[in-house]
């Protein structure tokens, strides 16, 4: 029964393998999968290793923070800037301390309008960071620190650094709003907005026009960005990130249904093998139950002829040694109960015999003779039940080598009573022993 069972166990521990979903690959391997199609410009696939990584254990939090990073960058690319600071935060949460972190969700933060958050993430940074020279301006100009920002983007243009156009653009509005035309004009002095393809940099140059009144640039301004607008309305990029997503998630679904259907085959194939095991087992327990209760009945069957067949041992041994004091010994005791002189008949040879029956070398050599047949019975009972008296061993050799309880009432001076009486009390010595059950037994039966 043993190689079945470690079949079964074998083949159950496979399934339930095959069962557990074990993905090899770990977080960090995902990422690097996802920044490579990031890399391709292939947002949707990128969004989706993403997404799909963080079902893995995480363990770090840096590789965590940048797969949120990557599933808002997807989104940023898509116009959803709702969900693009979404995922930017939770980034963040992973890794507050981490620069990029903080960098993507200052970015996200001015996408989705919310510069509050965008100055919070900035003024955390070091003030000679060249990502926070050039991101401060906006969020600050909207939450009212002007003179901030006209720090910083009079640094910027000062010390001839790269600005972006909706940067001198607000330069310029603070110039002209100041009363300083001449340094305003400078500033956005060579930007033909009908160039400008950003629509942050031509609403900025139609607020300086505006501000300005010059309405032939303003109308011009006003013009392009329409069309930039309706050209980015007209291309399908950002709706092809959706679509793409969308098949790539149609497909991953899929797979998973397919996934969850063969894991079900598989679970209940694991639980009908376990319930066939379980009967298996169920019916060797019992089998074993069973054959221990026939073992242990023929156990006893065979102890009680093993009692019958050492009764039969020693009846045969002793019979034939036995006979003539058996004999004459009962002739004895009949003729004494009918005639009180009918003992003068017995003869000087029965005489004889009771008294070698009486003496230690006869007693010696039944008790030797009982050692050599049954395996030292006779020194086995004296040292399990050290109690027995000398004269209660010697009724115990007597009984065993098969006389009758009348002759042994003879060969003892004893009546009839007395050698019963002690009989029940080498029994009692027998059962109170610390002997097995059955050397017991064995004792016993000498009687």
């Known amino acids: 029964m043993k190689k079945p069972c470690t079949y079964i166990i074998i083949v159950l521990t496979a399934l339930l393998a095959a069962c557990t979903d074990y993905r090899l690959e770990s977080a960090a391997k995902e990422l690097t999968r996802a920044e490579e199609a990031l890399s391709e410009s292939d947002y949707a696939l990128a969004m989706n290793i993403a997404a799909s990584a963080l079902d893995l254990p995480q363990t770090d939090s840096t590789v965590c923070a940048r797969l949120y990073d990557i599933i808002a960058m997807g989104h940023r690319s898509a116009g959803n800037s709702a969900a693009e600071l979404s995922f930017a935060q939770q980034a963040a949460e992973w890794a507050p301390n981490d620069s990029l972190v903080r960098q993507e969700l200052t970015l996200s933060a001015i996408n989705a309008g919310r510069h509050d958050l965008a100055m919070q993430q900035l003024e955390l940074m070091d003030s000679t960071d060249e990502f926070r020279l050039h991101k401060l301006p906006l969020p600050a100009m909207s939450t009212g620190q002007t003179e901030l920002a006209r720090e910083v983007l009079e640094y910027l243009h000062t010390n001839n650094l790269w600005m972006e156009v909706s940067q001198m653009a607000m330069l310029a509005e603070l110039y002209h709003t100041e009363g300083m035309y001449d340094k305003a004009r400078s500033v956005i002095d060579g930007i033909d907005p009908t160039q400008l393809s950003d629509p942050d940099d031509l609403r900025a140059m139609l607020r300086y026009y505006d501000l300005t009144g010059n309405s032939t640039l303003s109308m011009a301004t006003a013009r392009q960005l329409s069309s930039v607008l309706e050209s980015r309305l007209a291309d ?108 003068k008949h017995i003869s000087s040879t ?68 007395a050698v019963y009486a002690q009989k029940h009390r080498i029994r009692k010595k027998i059962q109170a022993s610390e002997a097995s059950t059955s050397d017991q037994q064995q004792y016993l039966d000498l009687l």
């Open 350 to 417: 029965l005489a004889d015999e009771i008294d070698r029956f009486r003496s230690a070398e006869v007693i010696e050599e039944i008790g030797r003779t009982l050692n050599e047949c049954f395996d030292n019975v006779i020194m086995r009972l004296e040292r399990d039940v050290p109690t027995l008296s000398k004269a209660e061993k010697i009724l115990t050799l007597y009984s065993a080598s098969g006389l009758s309880a009348r002759v042994i009432c003879l060969l003892t001076s004893q009546t009839p009573s």
């Open 236 to 343: 399908a990029s950002a709706q092809e990130i959706y679509s793409r997503l969308y098949e790539i998630e149609h497909s991953a679904r899929s797979e998973r249904q397919t996934h969850d259907h063969n894991r079900i085959v598989l679970l209940w194939l694991c639980v009908t093998l376990l319930l066939l095991a379980g009967g298996m087992v169920t019916w060797w327990l019992l089998y074993r139950q069973a054959s221990e209760r026939r073992r242990l009945l023929q156990k006893q069957n065979d102890l009680l002829m093993l009692s019958i067949e050492s009764r039969r041992m020693m009846s045969d041994l002793f019979s034939e040694r036995n006979r003539t004091i058996e004999l004459m010994g009962n002739l004895m005791i009949d003729a004494s109960v009918s005639d009180k002189g009918g003992t």
